[in-house]
């Protein structure tokens, strides 16, 4: 029997479907990955912005985690939303039993601007869990935060994601450029070259949980078995076409489409 690709995305919830765990599993099953989640915390939030957030009791993480890692396998997982130090402690003590490519959205702040994440979680999630990922994927605001320093064009977002690697110890790193103007450019490092996986800017405020969907989206694609650099490469068109179809609901930041590959062959 052929192996079945599982993908696990340890992360917040959004009840309104646009991020977090319930845009990750849209991606998974969209990509044909076996959707598994962790939920973290419990996060009321929706297009405007986050009313309320109930984090998880970190024993009750790690029993979902040891429910998972007891049965089914895992071939690539993901982090997003991480709100302190207790959850991301027991995280890194079961990373060697997930024994996967490990792909990290550092959350830091909603699409609205809301925090997610204090400020002792910021120094465990960069000193302890960047040295044990396979990619990180910062958008420029959380590169900013990581390095304390601001990044203003394309050749500092080269710079940025050399430095993420050669001074925290991750494996690559991938600076997204949905928040710069013109062209939206990402820039891969990973560890020997940079790599730039260009798309034109589609004109919408329809990104609500983009960052969600690109690594979760780079998670299914390793779970196949694809390189890095072919996983980082189909998930940027997967969400490109997520933009490009996104969808007018709500009233705030609308979310990105999660079938919108579907759309395009139409």
């Known amino acids: 029997m052929k192996q079945i690709p599982c993908a696990l995305t340890i992360a917040g919830t959004d009840p309104t479907g646009g991020a977090g765990i319930q845009a990750d599993l849209k991606t998974f099953q969209e990509l044909k990955s076996y959707g598994m989640s962790v939920i973290t915390s419990v996060v009321a939030q929706n297009t405007v912005g986050v009313q309320d957030i109930y984090h998880m009791p970190a024993s009750m993480i790690e029993a979902q985690l040891d429910s998972i890692i007891e049965d089914i396998p895992v071939h690539a997982f993901k982090t997003g939303m991480i709100a302190n130090t207790d959850m991301m402690k027991m995280i890194k003590q079961k990373i060697p039993s997930l024994n996967a490519p490990y792909v990290m959205d550092p959350v830091m702040v909603t699409t609205s601007g809301s925090s997610l994440i204090d400020d002792h979680a910021r120094t465990f999630l960069r000193d302890e869990l960047l040295p044990l990922v396979t990619i990180v994927t910062p958008n420029i605001s959380e590169a900013e935060h990581l390095l304390q320093k601001k990044i203003q064009n394309d050749r500092e977002?080269?710079?940025?994601?050399?430095?993420?690697v050669n001074r925290f110890g991750v494996k690559a790193a991938l600076i997204k450029g949905g928040h710069t103007k013109g062209d939206a450019t990402d820039f891969l490092y990973d560890g020997s070259h940079i790599h730039s996986f260009l798309a034109?800017?589609?004109d919408t405020s329809n990104t609500h949980g983009t960052g969600c969907t690109l690594s979760a989206a780079i998670s299914a694609?390793?779970?196949?078995?694809?390189?890095?650099?072919?996983?980082?490469?189909?998930?940027?068109?997967?969400v490109t076409l997520a933009i490009q179809y996104s969808l007018s609901l709500g009233n705030g930041n609308g979310p990105t489409n999660h079938w919108a590959p579907r759309m395009d062959k139409v």
């Open 221 to 238: 694609y390793l779970s196949h078995g694809l390189s890095l650099y072919q996983a980082v490469e189909q998930a940027k068109r997967y």
């Open 157 to 164: 977002m080269k710079g940025a994601a050399r430095e993420i």
């Open 200 to 202: 034109s800017r589609i």
